[in-house]
């Protein structure tokens, strides 16, 4: 049975919870005071669905089903766990916390949203709620601080962990944990420098987005400037750049006056620099930049890379009636074209991972290929049959055709998620030595399982198409 997920506050956060915790497979249930809630969530998790699956070369579990409630008690009822993401307001977080603690069940972690309150101060009233604080996109971006009891903590983590996040143990409880300080600090100087008139708000995001933002996301700041302290690391680093602090750069001491000229100043420059794109055409750029950055880092394994590969490591492999399933996964949007429709590159890529899974499937492994073995492919003739769409699933299932001494001749079948067969890529593989980088007898091991599976496949119906030349009549 599904696990259920209660969210309490259905907004720019709470949505995102809500598809986080959707596209992962979880029933969720919301509680919202806003008449307009179910249409905004359904926007937030309409793009969701576009960027999530994209992030992974599998496909995610089959989603939950999402109601919504008029009723609180009515939400929380079984549900495994409930985040709070109403505004960041004390008084209104100590009654939304006490209400859904006294109805939720005693074994539901209860997680809040807060960006800056501890969780001293939330749950001084009698609640026992964990901090629980994302990053938006909820349901791109891996991180959550978790700051309260370790006994609350260590089970929200392994939680987080189940749908895709980087649970962060905020060891100390701090006014606005760890991030939301550093983010706080950027933020404010910001502030001074447009109130300064140094310069504009789009002047400052050019900053950020040309250097330095993009180092961030794969090493942070501290082994950034490792490296930024040349072969002597770090000690160089702080002897050069120490000193900067007594000068100081910073004009972090103070807050500027927060008042209704510095938000018309603010908001009226934002909207100058982007006021031309909806909100929501600005989220789809952000999910397509994030997802592409993402599939980037997953290559090194660096950052939220590393956490993308190691959620994927638990998804269940797919399992065929006859054939084997080698690939399961959906269309992201970087593989269409201009055509608005999966580019032919991505129909070979698609054949190409089918086999590198049959490959795994019988011991050809990473192991196997670091200890030197592998395959490559030396012909392959693609037959494009149908169009296929961003976010549609594909399902692709392998059959031998041949498998004997260096041979490996494989036939894939590209399906759509309605069933219709989209591709068939057919192609020919000779096992090889790495290190004499010539073509070389399988080990036994392996021979054997290709071996039963070529006599196991040798049974079925030869494929349609299979053996076709390019031009080839019907
Ligand atoms: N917006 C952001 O970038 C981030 C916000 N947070 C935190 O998440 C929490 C929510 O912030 P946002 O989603 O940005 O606010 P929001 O204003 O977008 O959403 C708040 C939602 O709570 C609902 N609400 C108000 N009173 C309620 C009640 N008594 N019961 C149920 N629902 C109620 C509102 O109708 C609204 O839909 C805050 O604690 C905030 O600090 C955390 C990370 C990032
Ligand atoms: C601005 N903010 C304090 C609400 C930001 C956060 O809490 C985290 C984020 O997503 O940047």
């Known amino acids: 049975m599904a696990r259920k997920a209660s969210i309490i506050g259905g907004g720019v956060i709470g949505g995102g919870w809500a598809a986080r915790f959707l596209l992962n497979g979880w029933d969720v249930s919301v509680f919202d005071t806003d008449p307009e809630a179910e249409r905004k969530i359904g926007e937030v998790i309409a793009n969701a669905r576009r960027s999530l699956p994209a992030l992974y070369d599998k496909a995610l579990p089959a989603e939950g089903r999402l109601s919504f409630h008029t009723d609180l008690a009515e939400a929380v009822s079984g ?36 960006s800056g309150f501890k969780p001293s101060e939330l749950n001084e009233k009698g609640a026992r709620a964990v901090v629980a604080h994302p990053f938006n996109p909820v349901y791109l971006l891996p991180l959550v601080e978790l700051v309260g009891a370790a006994s609350e903590t260590d089970r929200a983590a392994e939680i987080l962990r189940s749908i895709g996040m980087f649970p962060l143990i905020v060891r100390k409880e701090i006014d606005a944990h760890i991030a939301d300080r550093l983010l706080e600090a950027v933020w404010r100087e910001s502030l001074w420098l447009v109130k300064d008139g140094v310069a504009t708000t789009a002047e400052i995001d050019e900053a950020i ?16 400037y490792r490296i930024a302290g040349g072969e002597a690391g770090m000690k160089h680093f702080m002897a050069q750049f120490g000193p900067c602090l007594q000068w100081p750069w910073t004009k972090l001491m103070d807050v500027p006056e927060f008042n209704d000229d510095l938000v018309d100043l603010i908001a009226g420059q934002s909207d100058a620099q982007s006021g031309h794109l909806s909100i929501r055409e600005l989220e789809r750029l952000r999910d397509d930049n994030l997802v592409g950055m993402m599939r980037a880092l997953r290559k090194s394994g660096s950052g939220a890379g590393g956490v993308l590969k190691a959620h994927e490591a638990t998804f269940a492999e797919p399992k065929g009636a006859t054939l084997p399933v080698t690939v399961e996964r959906q269309v992201p949007t970087s593989w269409t074209d201009y055509n608005g429709h999966m580019n032919e590159t991505h129909y070979l890529e698609a054949g190409a991972q089918a086999t590198d899974r049959f490959m795994e499937i019988i011991g050809a492994d990473a192991a196997y290929v670091a200890a030197g073995r592998s395959y490559f492919t030396v012909e392959s003739h693609v037959r494009f049959l149908d169009e296929v769409k961003a976010g549609e699933r594909l399902r692709v299932t392998t059959q031998v055709l041949g498998g ?5 001749h494989l036939f894939h079948r590209l399906e759509r998620g309605d069933g219709a067969l989209a591709a068939t890529v057919e192609t020919l593989l000779l096992h090889m030595d790495l290190t004499a980088r010539r073509s070389s ?8 399982k290709l071996a ?11 494929p349609e198409g299979a053996g076709r030349h390019v031009g080839q009549r019907a």
Do not use: N
């Open 79 to 114: 549900a495994d766990w409930v985040q709070e993401s109403v505004p960041e307001r004390l008084d209104l977080k100590h009654r939304v916390l006490g209400a859904l603690c006294e109805a939720a069940p005693a074994t539901a972690v209860i997680g809040s949203s807060t």
């Open 209 to 224: 987005r040309m250097g330095f933002g993009l180092r961030w996301a794969q090493m942070g700041l501290f082994e950034t």
């Open 404 to 408: 004997e001494g260096k041979k490996m």
């Open 441 to 448: 007898e399988p080990a036994p091991d392996i021979a054997a």
């Open 452 to 462: 039963e599976f070529t006599a196991a496949h040798a049974g079925l119906p030869r």
